[in-house]
């Protein structure tokens, strides 16, 4: 089938392509079974040594403990906000891994935590404490649905209710949010939740994104797809735009072959997401036709 090709499957969660998050689950999981030692067996001693070398803090920022710039995202408040920041990392992370790469993803992960940090300072300088690994997850969402913007995607509202949505819209709903949260929760101080980390991960997200796509050092380069057997090469240049108002002719293989052409080097250029539903069909179909 068509959708067994290597473009048309979902991302999965495995094998070398998954290492980075893998090992970024891993040692959060670990870091807070730590934590949970620490605080359970070594008193409120150990457990204030234990956070103030690792949680991160203006004042402990201030002091040269640099390297809680990004530490912090290993520690969690409890048990609900550690699954949450892992199921946003996992089904964030396991689709953009396929796209960046480990080494990508190291580096994604480091300017959300470095980003969220840095803002939550700003606004804070007088004194708490951050913990946790929202920074991070907000950094992966937001680049998950910049460079996917119109693949509707399926959530599960509540964990029960399935609801379909383009990634633009679930971002532009986080940003509202989050904004709305900073302005009038955070800056009076009425919440704890730490929405200036969050936006600094978005933050962290955009700028990636941007910086990625303007053909940086570390920009991706999308693989160059090969045909498939069944289809011979066209002598007509093809033009991944297609022509308002046009229409294949599916009895006229030189005409389907085109199409199919135009397709996968839409897809070279812009991703699978961005093939509308007749397109799909049209490959679908093409299987059988140009395989016989």
């Given at each position: ?5 290597p473009y048309m ?126 920074a991070i997850a ?155």
């Amino acid at each position: 089938m068509l959708y067994d090709r290597p473009y048309m499957r979902a991302p999965s969660f495995g094998g070398r392509a998954s290492s980075f998050l893998k090992f970024l689950l891993v040692l959060l999981i670990a870091s807070f079974v730590l934590q949970t030692i620490v605080k359970g067996v070594g008193g409120i001693d150990a457990n204030e040594t234990f956070f103030s070398w690792t949680a991160f803090t203006p004042d402990g920022f201030l002091s040269g403990k640099l390297w809680t710039l990004v530490t912090y995202a290993c520690l969690h408040e409890g048990p609900w906000h550690l699954v949450l920041n892992l199921l946003a990392i996992f089904f964030m992370g396991r689709a953009l891994e396929d796209d960046l790469g480990p080494k990508m993803m190291t580096w994604l992960t480091l300017a959300g935590a470095v980003s969220g940090a840095s803002l939550w300072f700003v606004f804070n300088i007088d004194g708490g404490g951050l913990v946790g690994a929202s920074a991070i997850a907000m950094a992966f969402v937001t680049t998950f649905c910049l460079r996917r913007p119109e693949q509707p995607i399926t959530l599960l509202l509540f964990f029960v209710i399935p609801c379909t949505l383009k990634p633009k819209w679930i971002l532009w709903s986080l940003l509202g949010i989050e904004t709305y949260g900073f302005l009038f929760s955070e800056l009076n101080g009425s919440s704890g939740v730490a929405h200036s980390a969050h936006l600094g991960g978005m933050l962290a997200g955009l700028f990636f994104f941007g910086y990625v796509r303007s053909g940086g050092i570390l920009s991706v380069k999308r693989p160059n797809l090969q045909k498939p057997s069944w289809l011979k090469v066209s002598k007509q240049p093809s033009n991944s735009v297609a022509p308002a108002g046009y229409s294949v002719n599916l009895d006229d293989r030189e005409m389907v072959e085109q199409e199919v052409d135009r397709i996968l080097d839409k897809i070279n250029e812009k991703g699978f997401g961005s093939l509308t539903e007749d397109e799909k069909i049209t490959l679908d179909k093409a299987k059988s036709l140009l395989g016989k």
